[in-house]
């Protein structure tokens, strides 16, 4: 009995120290994992070509997630999203932009960068996906959600301007230059 009562002891104090939720992770593992991330994103740019490396892109962008999914509550959990969707964007093709950036605006309502998110929402859906209607509709809810903002002029002028072939836009710029 009495080797009974420490063996039950000590589950009793080991459940009570894992909370088995995602929130309930430790400190310490946090600080760790977002050390590992600031040295991703240090190791990130290959020094002599400037230039991202896919590879290393990918698992940095696998990492923000997972950030993300563990320490959801965490300030930084919607800044490594947004950078997450902007390294999926611009070095490995935009394959998981647009869900970030929804995970983002349904999770983080009160995230500073929001105006950006819608913004950079419908650009990468008229850049890189070619879906101007998307593209659109991003754009709209950033002028509706946020008309003070200096990104809802330029969504205005970019939804203008969706209707336009490449010379009428080269000779729109042109004649706004003064040429």
């Not at 991202?52 to 696998?62: Q, S």
Request: with cysteine; proline share 4%; glycine share 4%.
């Amino acid at each position: 009995m009495r080797k009974i009562i420490p063996i039950i002891l000590s589950l009793v104090l080991f459940s009570c120290t894992n909370t088995g939720t995602p929130e309930g992770a430790s400190e310490n593992s946090k600080i760790i994992q977002r050390e590992k991330i600031r040295q991703q994103e240090q190791q990130l740019i290959h020094s002599q070509t400037m230039t991202a490396n896919p590879k290393k892109a990918a698992k940095l962008v696998t990492d923000y997630v997972n950030f993300a999914n563990r320490y959801s509550s965490d300030s930084l959990a919607p800044e490594y999203l947004f950078k997450a969707a902007e390294l999926d964007a611009n070095v490995l093709g935009a394959g998981q932009t647009q869900q970030i950036y929804d995970r983002i605006i349904a999770r983080y309502p009160d995230y500073k960068r929001l105006p950006e998110v819608y913004f950079l929402k419908g650009f990468v859906y008229e850049q890189k996906m070619h879906n101007k209607n998307m593209a659109r509709q991003s754009y709209q809810k950033l002028i509706k959600e946020y008309p003070w903002h200096p990104l809802s002029k330029d969504a205005k002028t970019l939804i203008q301007n969706q209707s336009l072939s490449e010379e009428q836009l080269i000779l729109k710029l042109q004649r706004g230059n003064g040429q």
